[in-house]
C-alpha cells in the first residue's frame, strides 16, 4: 500500500516511520517553503530540516513507548532532560505547588523507570530526530505543497495541492487543514470540524541559559495570576538553553493558522514581551529570559471540537488535525503519538489491502474517545487557570496536586498502544 501524509510535522514524520515498519511506503508533503523546497522537490531523498521555531515539547510515558517501537527513543532521551516535577507558582515566585510527575506516572501503572520521568525537548531537536529518521527509511518529503483537495473514489484518493501538482494514494493521513475551514474538510468531517481561536497568543522564547548567566532551577514551571488571565511558564530542555512562553489576550492574531513563524522583529518583541512580564511581576529570571530570547515565535491558540471520528472512506487523521487541543495540560503532542502507535499496531495485525477499512474504522474506535479524553482535560486546565478566584484557584489547584502524589486519585492508566489494539480486535472477534 502507498500512503499520501498531508503534513510533514511532528506526528506526520512519525506517521510515515511507523508505517514505514509495516512495509507501507509513504510520502510526506508540507506547505511550508524553505529555501531547501527547491532541492528536495527535484524528489532526491534529502533530510528535510524544517527550522527552528518554537520552543519545548513535553513528552510522557506512553508517547516515549511509541518512541521505543519505533527505535528512536535513545536519541530521543539523549537529546532531552528528566521533566521530574512541575511545579506551578503565583506570578512573583510565591507559593510553590510541586506535583511529583514520576511518581504519579510510576502510581498510574508505568513500570519500567526509563519511561516513568517525562522528558523536556526542544520542539525542532524532535522534529529533526523525526526527519533524519525518515531520510534514512528512504522516504521522501515535498515542501511547499499546501493539500487543497480530496477526492477519494473506491480505489485510492487523489489529492491536489495549491501549486496546481497532484499526488494519488491508497490512502491519506491527512491535517484536512486544521484552523481553515476548506469545503473538503467540511465535506468529509462535517459543518463542525473547524479549530476556533480561542483569543489567546502564545509568544514562545528560547534562550541560551548559561551565556546569559541565567539560573533556571525548576525544569519545568507555571507562574499564573488568575484573575488578571497572566501565564508564563518555563522550560530547560538542555544544560544549554530553555524555553519561556507567555500567554497573551489581546495581540492580533500572527498569522492565519498554525504556523509558528518566529518574530522577524526581535529585539521589539523581546522588549516588549519583557517589559510586559516585569509589569506582571515575574520572577526577575523569568523576565531576564523574555529579554535576551534569540528567537520567539508566536503561536495562536486553537481548540478543535471533538469530532465524532477521525476517519472517512481513506482518509485518516492523526495529531492535531484529529484532536488539536489547548496547550494548558501537556497532551497535544503525547495524544499524537499515541494515535502511531494505535495505527502501527493496527496495520501490524491487518495487512492485506482489503482490510484497510477494518483497521481506520478501530482506529477511530480506539482513538476518538482517548482525544476527547485529552482535549477535556486540557480545556479543564485552561479554565483552571482562567477563571475563579486567584486564592481559591491556587488552593484548590493544591488540593488537587496532593492527591495525585499521594496517589489517593488516579491522573490517569498508563496506555499501551499494543494492548489496547489486542483488547479491540479480541473485542472484534468476539462479536
Ligand atoms: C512550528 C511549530 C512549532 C510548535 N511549537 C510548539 C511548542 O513550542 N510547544 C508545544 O507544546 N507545541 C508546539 N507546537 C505544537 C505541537 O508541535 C503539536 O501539537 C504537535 O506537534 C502535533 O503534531 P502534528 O504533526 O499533528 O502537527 P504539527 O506539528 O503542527 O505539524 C503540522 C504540519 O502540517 C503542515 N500543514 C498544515 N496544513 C497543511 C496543508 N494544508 N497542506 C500541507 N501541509 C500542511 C504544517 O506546515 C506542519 O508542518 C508547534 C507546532 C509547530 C508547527
Ligand atoms: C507575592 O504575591 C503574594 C500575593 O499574591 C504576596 O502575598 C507575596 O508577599 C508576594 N511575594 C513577594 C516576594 O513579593
Ligand atoms: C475524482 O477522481 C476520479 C478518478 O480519478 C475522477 O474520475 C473524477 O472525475 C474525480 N472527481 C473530481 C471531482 O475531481
Ligand atoms: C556572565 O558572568 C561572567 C562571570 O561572572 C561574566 O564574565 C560575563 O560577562 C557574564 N555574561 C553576561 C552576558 O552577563
Known amino acids: ?39 528536495s522537490s527535484g524528489g532526491a531523498p534529502v533530510a528535510v530540516d524544517f527550522g527552528d521555531s518554537g520552543g519545548s515539547v513535553m513528552l510522557a510515558s506512553s508517547a516515549l513507548r511509541v518512541l521505543r517501537t519505533l527505535g528512536l527513543l535513545d536519541e530521543v532521551l539523549a537529546s532531552s532532560l528528566p521533566s521530574t516535577y512541575t511545579n ?63 477526492n477519494q473514489t473506491s480505489t485510492g484518493v487523489f489529492v491536489q495541492f ?24 467540511r465535506q468529509i468531517f462535517g459543518e463542525s470540524s473547524k479549530a476556533e481561536f480561542t483569543g489567546v497568543i502564545g509568544h514562545i522564547g528560547v534562550v541560551k541559559t548559561r551565556l546569559n548567566n541565567i539560573t533556571l532551577k525548576e525544569t519545568c514551571a507555571f507562574y499564573l495570576e488568575r484573575e488578571k488571565k497572566q501565564l508564563v511558564c ?15 489576550f489581546n495581540d492580533p492574531l500572527p498569522v492565519e493558522g498554525d504556523e509558528y513563524r518566529p518574530y522577524s522583529d526581535l529585539p521589539k518583541e523581546s522588549t516588549r514581551l519583557a517589559d510586559l512580564l516585569a509589569d506582571w ?72 489491502p482489503q482490510d484497510l477499512s477494518k483497521v481506520l474504522d478501530l482506529y477511530s474506535q480506539l482513538r476518538v474517545p482517548r482525544g476527547q479524553d485529552a482535549a477535556g482535560k486540557s480545556r479543564d486546565m485552561a479554565k483552571q487557570y482562567y477563571t ?34 489486542a483488547a479491540a480486535i479480541n473485542g472484534v472477534q468476539a462479536k
Open 1 to 39: 500500500m502507498r500512503a499520501i501524509i498531508a503534513g510533514s510535522g511532528l506526528v506526520g514524520a512519525t506517521t510515515a516511520i511507523a508505517l514505514h515498519q509495516v512495509g507501507i511506503q509513504s510520502v510526506l508533503y508540507d506547505q511550508v517553503d524553505l529555501v531547501q523546497a527547491a532541492l
Open 162 to 185: 495549491a501549486d496546481g501538482t497532484s499526488a494519488e494514494g491508497d490512502f491519506l493521513v491527512g491535517r484536512m487543514v486544521f484552523t481553515q475551514q476548506l469545503p473538503t474538510r
Open 234 to 248: 518555563t522550560f530547560k530542555v538542555s544544560d544549554e538553553l530553555a524555553a519561556v512562553q507567555v500567554m497573551t
Open 388 to 421: 475563579g478566584s486567584s486564592t481559591i484557584g491556587h488552593f484548590l489547584l493544591r488540593v488537587g496536586i496532593f492527591l495525585f502524589n499521594h496517589n489517593l486519585v488516579k491522573y490517569g492508566k498508563v496506555y499501551d498502544c499494543p494492548t489496547d489494539v
Open 88 to 150: 506551578w507558582f503565583k506570578i512573583n515566585g510565591s507559593a510553590p505547588i510541586v506535583m511529583d510527575t514520576a511518581k504519579i506516572n510510576k502510581d498510574c501503572g508505568e513500570t519500567d523507570p526509563a519511561l516513568q520521568t517525562p522528558i523536556q525537548i526542544l520542539r525542532s531537536k524532535l522534529h529533526n530526530i523525526l526527519m533524519q529518521a525518515c531520510h534514512k527509511a528512504g522516504i521522501r518529503t515535498f515542501t511547499g505543497k499546501k493539500l487543497v483537495s480530496v
Open 281 to 352: 511581576g515575574v520572577p526577575k529570571h523569568v523576565e531576564a529570559m523574555m529579554r535576551k530570547s534569540f528567537r520567539i515565535s508566536p503561536a495562536a491558540i486553537y481548540d478543535l471540537p471533538d469530532l465524532s471520528a477521525y476517519h472517512k472512506g481513506r482518509v485518516v487523521l492523526v495529531g492535531d488535525s484529529a484532536h488539536g487541543m489547548v496547550p494548558n495540560a501537556g497532551l497535544g503532542l503525547l495524544t499524537g503519538l499515541e494515535d502511531v502507535g494505535v495505527l502501527l499496531e493496527l496495520f501490524r495485525n491487518f495487512r492485506n
